[in-house]
């Protein structure tokens, strides 16, 4: 691919010279190159970083819409978001050649993403006005949102990481170094996950232990981002190792069932929120208006009890979000928790992650009472002190079982219910057949199914032919 670029620097340049006779003139407290303040801006625009993923919740198993409902034609028919009903229905191309919505922003927010946070690495080292723990610092930052955009990417468009092949399996496009030319074939999924963790651990040493948003990567993203990564990999002892590192930097939940009621403005804002490591949001927004509220499934609702105050506050009936529009659907529970935060959802590491990790690990390894014991601590903060009941497991199968669920109640709606359905899907005892009805069609994902990984858009295959296209 030739891929061409300007950076901060060079745009620095022309913005402030513009032609000869101004070279001279002193640009008082106007941005210059190569001092620390341009780039610690650059890492503080939020809008730059915060891209997370959105296809993932259109195709998981969380939502469904009833055949030849008023929503399901609203969707058939919204031209400004077609990839909506191409993603719930697995389609191989998501994203058209032409037409009004020929690019994809989950993979284009990634890049962009890895674009920036290029520029900061490459560009810090020669900053001439601050010391080399400052500059450190801004480097371990960007390394981590590169990080992070690698390991969504890689759990997108590439096949879920299975050690017996991840060598040779298709991953993503490494672009380290922000050049005027350079190739963008496919690294393997291996090298993508190598990477994550590589600039993950050279990031931890110099991040700071606290930020003042949660935008802002602190070593505890870098250890939460690390748990994340290794659990996608299946190797559970590391992903424990991590996990607990990133709860020895932050442990605090939100206690929701001290609440009886639901507000925004008691409840923290993402920036704000200490549950969350580092903040991320879906490319295409929030899903609060018709006809893109997210239906809850049939298969979400058996996990997520009446009495639960996640379905209490973030769930709600067609008739309370809809004004009508989807009278059709009077015993549809729908997503709900956009409406009240007055925020799109967050998809990037959170405290109940980690807990939720470390239930599994202890699954895995026939520690039925430490996994339970992980998990009920979450849920002693997600029910009211009434309705609250300890839960057991008769095994550690049986824990397992229970752990899971709890991924699923705990982020409905937010990414990495697709993720477990895909690491699942090797499992025998995980493996399940997903079937949709979408304007009297039928669609099937098996445990097999090409469509665990999403295609990538032909508009990008069309300028940088040597992508190897998903089968």
């Known amino acids: ?12 340049v022309f913005l402030l010279t513009g032609c000869e006779k101004y070279v001279n003139i002193k640009t008082q407290g106007n941005l210059v190159p190569n001092q620390w303040l341009n780039y610690r801006y650059i890492l503080n625009n939020k809008s730059t970083f915060i891209a997370g993923a959105t296809l993932t919740d259109y195709s998981s198993d ?61 560009e810090v080292p020669n900053v001439t006005d601050s010391s080399e723990a400052a500059k450190r610092e801004l480097i371990a930052e960007a390394l981590v949102h590169r990080a992070d955009a690698y390991l969504q990417l890689v759990n997108s468009y590439a096949k879920p990481y299975n050690s017996a092949t991840a060598l ?3 991953g993503a496009p490494l672009v380290l170094k ?15 996950y190598d990477q994550v963790i590589a600039d993950l651990k050279e990031a931890i040493p110099a991040l700071p232990a606290t930020q003042q948003f949660t935008f802002l990567p602190t070593m505890g993203s870098a250890y939460a981002e690390l748990a994340r990564c290794y659990l996608y990999m ?13 709860l020895a930097q932050n442990s605090t ?27 991320k949001n879906p490319t295409e927004g929030s899903v609060t208006y018709s006809p893109l509220y997210f239906r809850l499934s049939d298969t979400l609702l058996k996990v997520l009890e009446p009495t639960d105050q996640r379905y209490q506050f973030f769930t709600q009936t067609a008739s309370a979000i809809s004004y ?48 339970m014991g992980w998990v009920n601590k979450l849920r002693v903060n997600r029910f009211t002190p009434a309705n609250y009941t300890a839960l057991t497991a008769a095994d550690a199968d049986d824990a397992l079982v229970k752990v899971l669920q709890e991924r699923q109640r705990e982020f409905f709606c937010r990414m990495l219910r697709w993720w477990d359905m895909r690491r699942l899907k090797s499992e025998a005892r ?23 990984v999403f295609g990538i858009a032909p508009y990008n295959i069309k300028l940088n032919p040597e992508i190897q296209q998903n089968p």
């Open 1 to 12: 691919m030739k891929r061409s670029y300007l950076s901060f620097s060079v745009l620095l």
């Open 62 to 122: 969380d939502i469904q819409m009833v055949d030849g409902s008023i929503e399901q034609k609203a969707v058939a028919n919204y031209a400004y978001a077609p990839y909506y009903a191409l993603g719930y229905c697995w389609s191989p191309v998501i994203f058209q050649l032409s037409g009004t919505y020929y690019q994809d922003n989950d993979w284009n927010g990634m890049y962009n993403t890895i674009t920036n946070a290029n520029i900061v690495i490459e």
């Open 168 to 170: 040779t399996d298709p």
């Open 178 to 192: 922000e050049t005027t030319t350079q190739s963008l074939e496919r690294a393997s999924v291996q090298a993508v």
């Open 234 to 246: 299946n190797e559970y002892d590391s992903a424990n190792k991590y996990a607990d590192a990133a």
């Open 253 to 279: 939940l939100n206690n929701l069932g001290a609440a009886a009621t639901f507000s925004a403005l008691g409840y923290p804002a993402q920036v704000h929120d200490q549950e969350i490591y580092l903040e």
């Open 324 to 371: 009508g529009s989807y009278s059709d659907d009077p015993n549809g529970r729908y997503f709900y928790r956009e409406n009240l935060t007055y925020e799109t959802r967050n998809v990037g590491p959170t405290v109940p992650e980690m807990m939720l990790i470390k239930a599994e690990y202890y699954a895995r390894n026939n520690d039925a009472s430490d996994a």
């Open 430 to 452: 995980f493996q399940q057949t997903v079937t949709r009805v979408f304007s009297g069609v039928t669609y099937t994902l098996d445990p097999n199914s090409n469509r665990y």
